[in-house]
């Protein structure tokens, strides 16, 4: 089984060389190179061809927007994780729409980082609803749908379209949770709104998914952006 092969961009010591300690200990993974910013990181990634890199958003020299940007037109195989302190919803959004496939905030635990690393490495979006409405805006209003080496748009475009002729599947029911998946609402906030309990929005929305092809709260808010709701 071929190791998964990870790049870590971040400019604290500390952070990098703890994520590393984490990353190594796993049998699938190997951490190829760490650097300090975005320049280097560009350099690393021609030379080194890591499948995951771990980039941190805020960094000297060159922001780790900026190194998305470059690394995706260059070599749009590789999977970027947007990694940052802050729910910064304008630098993530820009770094999401050159092409990441999502982003995690640095206080997540080790477990929940190994695994996003497989879903990244495997193609899935890593974002939360809130943010996959916004990256959807930002993607209509640039008009970049058409850009072939943006993994983002394509999978809005070739993957949630196709799905259109689903969504008329859905009970009245489902289709007022949907929309309100869209706003943000979690689970508890529908299910208050809407005057029912967690357990019967969670069967809603497991009913949901089938009915329209995705296999997450992600993928789902990214469908019904794009149909318009």
Do not use: H
């Not at 999502?102 to 490495?121: F, H, M, P, T, V």
């Amino acid at each position: 089984m071929q190791n998964i092969k990870v790049l870590i961009v971040d400019d604290q010591n500390l952070m990098r060389d703890g994520l590393k300690t984490i990353i190594d200990l796993e049998p699938d993974m190997e951490v190829v190179g760490t650097c300090e910013n975005g320049r280097i990181a560009v350099e690393k990634a021609k030379l080194l061809s890591p499948d995951v890199i771990l980039m941190d958003i805020r960094m000297p020299e060159v922001t780790g927007v900026e190194a998305t940007k470059i690394i995706k037109n260059n070599f749009p195989e590789i999977k970027i994780i947007i990694l940052t302190t802050f729910d910064d919803d304008e630098y993530i959004i820009d770094a999401l729409s050159y092409g990441a496939c999502g982003y995690l905030l640095k206080d997540i635990e080790g477990d929940k980082l190994i695994n996003s690393i497989r879903d990244a490495y495997k193609g899935t979006l890593l974002m939360p609803g809130t943010i996959a409405a916004k990256l959807v805006n930002r993607l209509n209003e640039a008009n970049i749908s058409s850009i072939a080496s943006n993994d983002v748009s394509k999978t809005v475009n070739d993957q949630y379209i196709a799905n259109d002729q689903y969504y008329e599947k859905l009970s009245e029911r489902e289709k007022e949770i949907a929309k309100l998946m869209v706003e943000g609402l979690t689970n508890k906030e529908i299910a208050s709104k809407l005057f029912i309990t967690q357990g019967t929005v969670k069967n809603y929305i497991s009913s949901i998914y089938g009915k329209v092809g995705v296999k997450d709260r992600t993928n789902a808010v990214l469908f019904f952006k794009n149909y318009g709701i």
